[in-house]
């Protein structure tokens, strides 16, 4: 297809969700029929886009000299393109639900939520480091508003807080940036790295600590220990906003921006054996032990899956980390299916509390026979959650597990232990909310009425098809994982 | 013959029918359907069973699937279907014991999974591959570098495997979720889930270790102290049930000090490995037998205490009869199958002392473990016997007459389901040599053995010495020991101390572990909430800015002291006050200055003054 295309597919979003602003009298009806349409053409185009790779690429604009904004569509793009374009009208489903109480500003919060969909594309298509930096920044900008849209107190603390965040790590990104561009041959992304060895061997510790600039910079956004702050605290907003930008849109933008810089610009054979290198493992693997223990802590039920997706993302982290094509394949593999599990997640306790109004973990005791389609989708995403097979998770793990031992990094062992104890911890937090649900205490005093019941059809139907999605995935992996190892190897 | 099923679950699924695997597989579906009939009247008054069968079947297959494997990771997934779903089984009746027993049971299962998984990492990644009929030759080809990492994959391994199995010092769920969970699934756990994880051992001992001195010596130690202790358990507890899941810890260990032996025999182990199988497959059938007949007992009175269960089975002489059978094959009693499958144990053992006797090896610790052995046999017919005595001589003080009415206290299916339960167990004792043997016969390949040299006549006197002696302990210990001890005033009374609880030991170390690290964790948290935000940092701002603020100010109170020596007010409370003081009289003397009109002269002359200077120059 001609590439043309990739810039239409970003535009649809933005150009119609910040259309969106103007309607503040449409009918809430019409404002689904509208957002919906919106978001199934751009994700049709961009399944079209998908299996139709348009080879070369395309100019924006050009901001001065060789800084050029230019979009291209490669393997790693696709599989996050893919990903989100099949998660956002699902998503959209939900939240026209989700939302159907909330009366006030309903257009600007429908505005922006279909906005980031177009930027997380940008995100996706972007073919060199300054486009991604672009549509990264932009990524925030939109978002803000999504967390600070119940406009209480809290919430507007929080998104304060996320806007700091982003933008200071993206400070720090930028000045990475600007090392690739001396540094480098060219700032697009090319698998094996852009370096110019000649220029570097002059500085190699300068451009490593640039290096963990830009891991720091990026991994604010991936919640990195110790810049994961926000995110717990983001779990103000809406359900849908957590779960779709905050366990994947966001988030994975973070870890696709990680994976791009670490294989696409510094190149993982030049990092691989460096001192950096143990560093980003490190915090990485430091950020699973925090975040998995904090989760067993917590006990409001969208904070605890909040930890669990910190701890997740350093999974992602910590496969790309290894620097080799098997830690690449762990941690896209981990991208693709933990965003499947942690949007179940989410959306079953979504759900939970918008039937319920129930937030905390002791009030969901014995919920399970009163919602037993949201509990048993909940079931199945704790279960793969926690790397259990046959389910997806099991896949990503065993994936990152394996590149972790083939690494031949004496670090690789000290991984495979962190993962054994995030995984047990995994169990326990996930575990004990399944438990508690299905199997009450004789003791407990929980009382239900008439409204603790499964939602209607559109929260259930995405939550149905996720659960689908990560039997499924878990069952009938190879083609998808044989898909990324040629990524990987840079055959696609 | 093998059947695989590729692109499933990442790595393809790999299954594989040989005599072990067939007859495990029978003895599976045997049980499977003993169970399910006998529910149907077991939980004729439960809710919830719809919950309970589709979990029993999801078990089922699962089971089947972990016995038909031939590749560890196929294994892997099944087990842990199989952990998973069989958790239901536990909680099924949903009291405050059930639940706890069940997160007992689920923690076990994910941290023997996880651990499991580990191994199985570390084994791919020494080995490369997981099959289990390519793993003999990868092992041998790759053993002289990289014997380390096998052996950590392999007791990884092992601990997974273990912990299903009911090896010490993992055990501890045993007796907490038989007790709990419904008889028709406490037979299911303890006789078929148990053997998942010896079959397990099994094929790492077979694959993996091959006639290994080092995992020999570890699989005896364990199944020696499981023994014992489950034994001494059994003995002491005065819980129908418990004594029964005590009792399966005791027999995994029989069967897992057969697995050591065939390490120890190294290529002529036949007899171990005929014992090892043999006291499985019977372990199973037994188990299946006793729980049913305990599960009579719970259907009818929904007590399992021994004191209030005593003389429910008088006049109920099919109970009896059954029950009996069982007793008497786990007791070792002759002409019933449990005694071929221990003789052939303690034979191998006897054999290993004579191999020892001949290389001139010291033969004092085998002869010991033989003693143990026969010891730990005695103990088995001790606690049978209180069993027995128990629940079909004694009377029971208060409601005996209320026992003996219930007449109908079995239906018919029932009846004919556990009569062909009971009926196999003598049936296999009083016929070893077709059927036993043949089994035994057929799974021979599986363990890489050879063909034993001559048949065993199991009914000589040297190998009936072993059994009898075993008999004669037990009898003695009931007499002297059960009935002196345990019994006070009538009553069965419960010795077992309490701090000899593993489980909670194991228990308190993991919670201080998490607790250390919970507090390090909130620590952390607590700091960075406190830093690390905005406010945080406005905070670190200001002090700065305040320590700098004061280093200023004691640089001009320096400076004041040198150079502006004139000052004498004394008291001055701030060096900066002072600072302004000055500043503001002299901004106050130069208005007066500047408005004065001899400052308005002094310009004008400056000026004129200039102006000459100007005109000169040109």
């Known amino acids: 297809m001609n590439s043309v295309f990739l810039i239409i597919a970003v535009l649809i979003p933005l150009l119609g969700g910040a259309a969106l602003f103007l309607a503040k009298d449409l009918e809430y009806k019409r404002l689904q029929v509208i957002c919906e349409i919106l978001t199934v053409l751009t994700s049709i185009l961009v399944w079209t886009l998908v299996f139709h790779r348009p080879e070369e690429e395309i100019l924006l604009f050009q901001l001065t000299g060789n800084l050029r904004i230019i979009l291209k569509l490669d393997g790693l793009g696709c599989i996050f393109a ?82 700091y965040y982003s933008l200071g790590g993206a400070a720090f990104a930028f000045l990475s940036i600007i090392c690739l561009t001396i540094f480098g041959d060219t700032t697009n992304f090319v698998l094996g790295g852009v370096l110019d060895m000649e220029k570097v061997s002059a500085h190699p510790n300068w451009v490593l600590t640039m290096f963990l600039l830009a891991f720091c910079g990026f991994g604010v956004k991936a919640a990195l220990f110790p810049f994961h702050g926000w995110l717990p605290r983001a779990s103000v907003a809406p359900t849908p906003v957590t779960a779709l930008l905050h366990a994947v849109a966001v988030v994975k933008s973070g870890a696709f921006a990680i994976i791009r810089i670490i294989y696409y610009s510094y190149g993982a054979d030049f990092l691989r054996g460096t001192w950096a290198q143990y560093v980003v493992m490190a915090m990485a693997m430091l950020t699973i032990l925090y975040a998995s223990t904090m989760a067993v802590k917590e006990i409001h ?5 909040a930890y669990s997706t910190i701890s997740n993302l350093s999974y992602i982290l910590l496969g790309a980390t290894m620097m080799t094509p098997l830690g690449m394949i762990g941690a896209v593999s981990h991208l693709v299916m ?53 389910m997806a998770g099991f896949i990503s793990k065993w994936n990152i597990g394996t590149a972790a031992l083939m690494s031949e990094n004496p670090l690789g062992y000290a991984a495979m232990g962190v993962l054994l104890y995030s995984a047990f911890m995994t169990a326990i937090y996930m575990g004990v909310i399944i438990l508690k649900a299905w199997f009450p205490r004789k003791t407990c005093t929980n009382t239900f009425s008439e409204k603790d019941r499964d939602p209607n059809w559109k929260m259930k139907l995405p939550i149905l098809v996720f659960a689908c999605m990560l039997i499924c995935l878990g069952l009938f992996s190879r083609p998808l994982v044989n898909v990324i190892k040629a990524i990987a190897y840079g055959n696609l | 013959m093998t059947y695989e099923i590729l692109n499933i679950c990442g790595q393809g699924f790999y299954f594989k029918l040989d005599g072990f695997r067939l007859i495990y597989c029978c003895i599976a579906l045997f049980m499977w359907s003993v169970s399910l009939l006998f529910s149907k009247e077991y939980f004729a008054h439960y809710s919830h069973k719809a919950r309970y069968y589709g979990f029993l079947i999801l078990t089922m297959f699962a089971t089947l699937g972990v016995f038909l494997s031939a590749d560890f990771m196929t294994m892997f997934i099944f087990f842990e279907i199989m952990s998973l779903s069989s958790y239901v089984w536990v909680a099924q009746e949903e009291t405050e014991a059930a639940l706890k027993a069940g997160v007992t049971y689920l923690a076990i299962a994910v941290i023997g999974g996880m651990v499991m998984l580990m191994g199985l990492f570390l084994m791919q990644s020494a080995v490369g591959t997981l099959r289990m009929d390519e793993l003999y030759t990868a092992v041998q080809s790759v053993w002289d570098e990289k014997s380390a990492q096998i052996y950590a994959a392999g007791f990884l391994m092992l601990f997974g ?51 290994n001195f080092i995992w020999g010596s570890v699989i005896l130690a364990l199944g020696v102290l499981g ?45 171990a490995v005929r014992g090892t199988f043999l006291h499985m497959v019977n372990h199973s059938l037994i188990k299946l037998l006793l729980f049913n007949c305990a599960g009579v007992v719970y259907m009818n009175l929904h007590a399992l205490e021994l004191n209030d269960v005593r003389g ?14 069982g007793a008497l094959g786990i007791g070792g009693m002759p002409l019933w199958n449990g005694y071929v499958s221990k003789t052939l144990l303690h034979e191998s053992i006897v054999e290993y002392i004579a191999v020892l006797a001949e290389t001139g090896g010291n033969v004092w610790l085998f002869k010991s473990i ?57 049936l296999m004792g009083f016929f070893p040599g077709g059927t036993m043997d043949k089994m035994a016969d057929a799974v021979m390949g599986f363990m890489r053995s050879g063909s034993m040299e001559h048949s065993v006549y199991y009914f000589t006197w ?40 593993i489980e909670a030991a194991f228990t308190r170390i993991i919670f201080a572990f998490l607790k250390v690290l919970g507090a390090g964790s909130r620590v952390v948290d607590g700091f960075l909430t406190q830093w690390c935000t905005v406010e945080g940092m406005l905070k670190a701002l200001e002090a700065v800015s305040r320590g700098a603020d004061g280093l200023s100010e004691r640089a001009v109170a320096y400076l004041k002291g040198t150079v502006y020596r004139e000052t004498t007010e004394k008291s001055v409370n701030s060096f900066v006050q002072s600072l302004h003081e000055h500043y503001d009289k002299k901004v106050d003397n130069m208005r007066l200055v500047g408005s004065s009109l001899s400052f308005g002269l002094l310009l004008a002359c400056i000026g004129l003054i200039l102006t000459i200077v100007y005109l000169l120059m040109h």
């Open chain 1, 301 to 305: 039920l969208k904070r605890r899956l």
């Open chain 1, 82 to 163: 893919g990903l989100v374009a099949f998660l956002w009208p699902l998503a959209n489903l939900y939240a026209f639900e989700y939302m159907s109480h909330d009366e006030k500003r309903r257009h600007v919060f429908f505005g922006f939520y279909i906005m980031t969909y177009g930027v997380t594309l940008g995100i996706a298509f972007a073919g060199n480091i300054l486009t991604l930096y672009f549509f990264y920044e932009l990524l925030t900008l939109v978002t803000v508003y999504l967390v600070m849209h119940p406009m209480h107190k809290k919430a507007i603390r929080a998104s304060r807080m996320y806007l």
């Open chain 2, 161 to 211: 495997f273990g912990a299903k199995a009911g090896m010490f010092p993992l055990h501890f769920w045993l007796p907490k979720a038989h007790p709990v969970a419904p008889a028709p699934a406490s037979a299911l756990l303890s006789g078929i889930l148990t053997k998942c994880g010896v079959f397990g051992i099994l094929v790492l001992t077979a694959e993996v270790f091959v006639h």
């Open chain 2, 312 to 325: 429910f089975g008088r006049k109920k002489p099919f109970l009896m009869g059954c029950f009996l059978m």
């Open chain 2, 370 to 426: 033989e003693w143990i052995f026969l010891i730990s046999g005695g103990l088995t017919v001790a606690y049978m016997l209180k069993l027995f005595i128990c629940l079909f001589i004694e009377e029971h003080p208060t409601k005996q007459a209320e026992y003996d009415a219930m007449t109908s206290y079995m239906s018919p299916l029932s009846r004919i389901v556990i009569g062909c339960a009971a009926v196999v167990l003598p």
């Open chain 1, 338 to 390: 933990h965003a499947f599990m942690k949007i179940c997640g989410f959306f079953c306790v979504g759900a939970v509390m918008h039937q319920t109004d129930r937030n905390y973990l002791a009030e969901i005791e014995g919920l399970g026979r009163k919602m037993p389609v949201i509990f048993g989708c909940f079931t199945i995403a704790g279960i793969s959650l926690a790397g259990i097979p046959p």
């Open chain 2, 462 to 501: 040297t190998n009936l010495k072993g059994g009898l002696i075993s008999i004669c302990i037990g009898i003695l210990v009931y007499v002297f020991v059960v009935r002196k001890v345990f019994v006070r005033n009538g009553k069965y009374v419960d010795l077992w101390p309490k701090w000899l609880d």
């Open chain 2, 227 to 271: 023994m014992v202790a489950g034994a001494v358990l059994a003995v002491f507890s005065v819980n129908l049930k418990r004594t029964l899941a005590c009792s399966s810890v005791s027999q995994i260990g029989f069967i897992l000090i057969g697995v050591g032996m065939q390490c120890f025999l190294g290529g002529e182990n036949a007899l």
